[in-house]
């Protein structure tokens, strides 16, 4: 009892970082795309996650262009950059995303109803 031993410390964070190599160039741990309702039947869908590395207005311009729909960046105080469209466009952003290889089906978290 004279002598207590330390035991070997514990990082509960060291294994928190491994599979990051998984993922593709630039993106987040989650791409999260939500709907929300305005008046009426009419809805926003927005898209949050994507990461700095891609132009987030150039992907708005292509969102646009595919989808027939009006769309912008927005500057989130808490989320940061958020892409706003008009609709819902859930799974197109989805298809998309996938289809351009800017993120894995794993990554992509979808919210609504």
Do not use: W
């Not at 949050?48 to 989808?67: E, P, R, S, T, W």
């Not at 950059?81 to 993120?103: A, T, Y």
């Amino acid at each position: 009892m004279s002598s207590i031993q330390n035991l070997q410390t514990f990082d509960p964070f060291a294994d928190a970082t491994k599979g990051d190599d998984l993922l593709p160039a630039g993106t987040e741990d989650k791409i999260h795309i939500r709907i929300q309702q305005r008046n009426g039947r009419k809805t926003l869908t927005t898209v949050q996650g994507i990461a700095n590395d891609y132009d987030k207005k150039k992907l708005v311009k292509a969102f646009k262009k595919k989808f027939a729909c009006n769309g912008t960046v927005i500057e989130h105080p808490e989320y940061g950059e958020v892409i706003q469209l008009q609709g819902d466009q859930r799974k197109n952003i989805c298809q998309f995303l996938l289809e351009i290889n800017i993120v894995k089906e794993e990554q992509l978290k979808v919210h609504g109803f």
